[in-house]
């Protein structure tokens, strides 16, 4: 649901409210919004000009030649290619100077030799959707439909100066999915009254008996059903307020009848339906079930077979309307209607989901109905409908109504006490508290001795309940002030710690990457305690070993993977990866006891992708399991803080290891087995990280920050630059973000030649570099400039050159 901050202010007082402030306290009190959309934003200098003069440009058969007023200084000229502008048109301009929608900025200038100084705007050109425009205007300029001061403010004028909350609804609060019933929230969490629209009527002395008569066939489907007859109506666009108000919550603008109908939906929730009299064929309305087999083109001109399990509308002979979801073409209001019949009915919400499932027909009124609507507006929208048909498409309203009313819908009656509240919710909420809160909720009530007997209005169908009660009185009371409080008993039912949660996050991560879990012996032989260990010491021996191959306690786990790895690899097992959480264990010189610290490490070889008939084959190497690392590292939230550093250690390749590098500090290791280590294992080419896990898991880290989707264009440049091969690709990268500053978005490798076209002693090494600012689009100016700067220090720090 959409909704329009000015429009609200229609029904709740909001001064002294501002439209994040209102959208944060709507969030706390239980329902989300899930954004704040401000229409104008990012746009100024646009003004209301008068067309003056329009004439063909000289020198161009699709360009005219405008003068326009723009209401101070002399009249302007400007260059227009729309088909629909004319002389004497109150046009949108933006001016020179000003800043459209994606920092777009206009400036004077010359089209074919003509001078034009601004640009007279389409609506789509100030950031409105293109399917919410109205067709009139979908293409070309837009028009103003009724008299404005030249140099008035335009975004004023569309209503772009207003805001819009997004309300993330679940279908229990189906009465916030109108005006009135967002307006009785807000008032409820404000502590303010509602206003409700002024209906007065003016009849005619005709009877709307005499045009038309209502029969129902099927009551269970619909109980309620109310017709109001409006003549001598014209069909005109809407006025300018209520197409930007109609816009503003995602509908587009027909004209005047149709909009109105569109209008009550969103103010009252309830969904009308607009027939043009004359194209009835009859001076009746039968509802009832469809026949099997019965058609009905509906408006958007699709034919649709019907079955016994839809609802229709008929003329007492063929539908014309797929009650509560969409009319029929036949009696569509057009531009010659001059008498309009208004349909305000209940229908069941699960006849009317069956009809829009199978016909995949989803519209705004079968969403209201399938999650149920106010019976007791029903009549009150067909009232406020015909008066503002009376009022803005000059009408004459028939005397009476035509109903067919067997609904039989009773406020829900709630007896509660105040100590089943506060045992509930955990507080000491007085009465005078509780009483408040209904009040401001507009649920009637009666206190006695602290028991509450509520009624409960109509529109919140959605409580029926003690439970439902409660909810009330927790979420207007405050979520964030309840009590926080242990749970008491015999026994407290367990929680995992910080750690605990973080290393089974660690493990359904590997898994999820292709990675089985390995348990292995935390005891290993003299020859290989020593090996790949991160941190060295003294071994520590057990004092009665079972054998010699398990007679010392490990300090690292790699050996005991190098083994899975080749017993599997005997079995034909020609992939595999793996890894384990397990301890090792490092001696203390003062302690009696050792320290055992939890590691995290991994081995796979083989292919990384199993091949398909079709397709290659993917062996694993370095950066598969580096991708793996890196992954891990970004779930946990310190990707930024992990760098990798080339190193050697025994047993491992010289020329593919790194250290891993926590905020600087050596936590593991990662790279392949050295070949002579592969040969003496009968291994294929294996990779291994390790990793100290409590290091990791233990690191502080801040709450999780979620950035915007980019609305506007980054820009990349690519370079390649020579240098000396000792240089480590990774300290120029380092180099490139130092010296990008703000606009460097991100960094990445992606060639790295030293083929016979080098010069002996050299490479070169290939960056794709990404600039972007997330609140403008950047000028070529801007990127260069920053690029230079890349350049430079790279040359100084390194020696790089552009490679030719």
């Known amino acids: 649901m959409f909704v329009s901050y000015k429009w609200l202010q229609d029904y709740v007082d909001l001064s002294g409210i501002s439209a994040e402030e209102l959208a944060e306290k709507i969030t706390r009190s239980g329902i989300e919004v899930e954004g704040v959309d401000v229409l104008g934003e990012g746009i100024s200098g646009i003004v209301v000009g008068h067309v003056l003069e329009c004439e063909q440009h000289p020198d161009a058969d699709k360009l005219n030649k405008c003068l326009v007023d723009l209401g101070s200084g002399e009249p302007v000229q400007i260059i227009c290619g729309a088909k629909n502008v004319a002389k004497g048109q109150k046009v949108v301009v933006a001016t020179v100077g000003a800043v459209l929608p994606g920092n777009f900025k206009i400036k004077k200038a010359k089209l074919r030799g003509e001078e034009s100084n601004g640009m007279i705007c389409s609506l789509q050109e100030l950031g409105i959707e293109s399917k919410l425009v109205s067709k009139e205007y979908s293409e070309g300029i837009f028009v103003f439909p009724h008299d404005v001061e030249p140099g008035a403010d335009a975004l004023k004028q569309l209503n772009l100066d207003d805001e819009v909350l997004e309300l993330g609804l679940t279908p229990n609060r189906a009465d916030c999915l109108s005006m009135l019933g967002v307006a ?29 008569s209502v029969q129902v066939d099927a009551g269970e489907d619909n109980p309620l059903y109310v017709a109001r007859v409006v003549k001598n109506v014209k069909i005109a666009p809407s006025p300018l307020w209520l197409q930007t108000r109609l816009m503003a919550a995602g509908i587009r603008p027909h004209n005047n009848v149709v909009d109105i109908t569109n209008y009550i939906l969103l103010e009252y929730g309830q969904p009308l339906h607009a027939f043009d009299y004359d194209r009835l064929g009859s001076k009746e309305i039968l509802v009832r079930r469809a026949n099997a087999g019965e058609k009905i083109t509906t408006l958007d001109d699709v034919e649709r077979t019907l079955t016994s399990d839809h609802l229709v509308i008929t003329n007492g002979n063929v539908p014309v309307a797929l009650a509560g979801v969409m009319g029929g073409a036949n009696s569509e209001v057009q531009s010659d209607t001059t008498t309009v019949l208004i349909e305000s009915a209940y229908f069941k919400g699960s006849t009317i989901r069956k009809s829009s499932k199978d016909h995949g027909l989803r519209s705004e009124a079968s969403a209201r109905y399938e999650k149920g609507i106010d019976p007791n507006r029903t009549r009150a929208a067909a009232d406020r409908a015909a008066a503002l ?70 529109r919140r169908g959605d409580i029926s309940l003690e439970e439902d009660l409660i909810e009330e009185v927790a979420r207007l009371y405050g979520y964030d002030t309840l009590p926080m409080t242990l749970p008491v008993g015999e026994s407290i039912p367990g929680k995992l710690t910080d750690y605990q949660a973080k290393r089974r996050l660690v493990r359904r991560y590997l898994e999820g990457a292709g990675l089985y879990q390995s348990v292995t012996y935390s005891l290993t032989s003299t020859e290989k305690v020593n090996q790949y260990a991160l941190e060295t010491g003294t071994p520590i021996r057990l004092a009665m070993p079972m054998s010699e191959e398990h007679s010392l306690l490990r300090l690292s786990i790699i050996p005991n993977l190098i083994e899975v ?8 097992m020609d992939s595999v990866a793996t890894y384990e959480i397990g301890s090792v264990f490092l001696s203390k010189a003062s302690a009696e006891l050792p320290e055992e610290k939890e590691h995290l490490a991994a081995a796979i070889t083989g292919q990384w992708l199993s091949p398909t008939w079709q397709g290659e084959k993917k062996a694993v190497d370095f950066y598969v399991l580096k991708g793996v690392l890196e992954g891990l590292f970004d779930l946990l939230g310190l990707s930024d803080r992990v760098s990798y550093v080339q190193s050697k250690m025994d047993g491992m390749h010289p020329g593919r290891t790194a250290s891993i590098l926590l905020d600087g500090n050596a936590i593991g290791l990662i790279g392949q087995l050295h070949p002579e280590a592969q040969k003496g294992h009968d291994l294929t080419d294996t990779y291994v990280f390790e990793l100290s896990l409590k290091d990791v898991l233990e690191t502080k880290v801040e709450e999780i920050q979620y950035q915007q ?22 300290e120029m990268k380092q180099a490139i973000v130092e010296a990008g500053g703000k606009l460097l978005r991100d960094v990445s490798i992606f060639d790295l030649y030293e083929g016979e076209h080098m010069e002996p002693g050299k490479k070169s090494v290939a960056y794709s570099i990404r600039y972007f600012d997330p609140e403008r689009t950047l000028t070529e100016e801007e990127v260069t400039k920053a690029h230079e700067k890349v350049l430079k220090a790279v040359a100084d720090k390194f020696g790089a050159t552009l490679r030719s």
């Open 184 to 212: 009785y929230e807000v008032a409820a969490i404000l502590g303010r009254d509602v206003k409700f629209p002024i209906n007065e009527l003016t009849t005619s002395d005709e009877k709307a008996a005499d045009y038309i």
């Open 389 to 458: 048909m009376a009022e803005l498409a000059g009408g004459v309203i028939l005397d009476e109504v035509v109903a067919v009313d067997t609904l039989s819908v009773e406020p829900a009656i709630i007896e509660i006490t105040l100590e089943r509240i506060n045992k509930v919710l955990g507080t000491n909420i007085s009465k005078e508290e509780v009483v408040k809160i209904f009040t401001n909720l507009q649920f009637s009530i009666i206190e006695d001795n602290e028991t509450f007997r509520v009624t409960v209005p109509t």
């Open 565 to 572: 790895v080749g017993h599997n690899l005997a079995r034909q």
């Open 709 to 730: 989707i980019p609305r506007f264009p980054s820009m990349s440049r690519d370079i390649a630059l020579v240098v000396a091969k000792e240089v480590a690709a990774g």
